[in-house]
């Protein structure tokens, strides 16, 4: 089990944020690790903020990795491998099929549901 807790903070113009916590209260610069389709990410920083006791994460998100669908990046430990977090950019035409496909879903579902309602105010009166 890994002594470091990342938790995100925010996605703010291009660079995902978090704060890293070290269980023992570790005081050593801790490595990270970020990968897109198991290539390593360059640009990774880690900066002390000793006025929180903690270290923030900053993963710069490459626009060459940006294109249609669902992008993954997994941060993790790469002394024990373990995943610390993960997160994922969704863009592109591909996604806006998938939105407006699932719409139609759910407004044919909610019709059938109105008819069914209606239908049941009628028999029960």
Same mark, same amino acid.
């Given at each position: 089990m890994s002594t470091m807790n990342l938790t995100k903070t925010r996605l703010f113009e291009g660079v995902w944020e978090g704060v890293l916590t070290?269980? @023992?209260g570790g005081k050593s610069q801790p490595s990270i690790r970020v990968t897109h389709l198991d290539q390593p990410l360059d640009g990774i920083?880690?900066?002390?903020d000793r006025a929180q006791a903690h270290w923030v994460v900053r993963v710069p998100i490459p626009a060459?990795?940006?294109s249609d669908?669902?992008?993954t990046f997994l941060?993790?430990?790469p @002394?024990?491998?373990e995943k610390l977090a993960s997160f994922a950019v969704l863009a592109g035409d591909a996604l806006g099929d998938d939105i407006r496909a699932e719409m139609d879903l759910l407004r044919a579902e909610l019709d059938?549901?109105?008819r069914a309602f209606r239908r049941h105010c009628v028999e029960t009166m």
């Open positions: 070290m269980a @023992d920083e880690v900066v002390e060459r990795l940006l669908g669902v992008q941060i993790s430990d @002394d024990t491998g059938m549901l109105k």
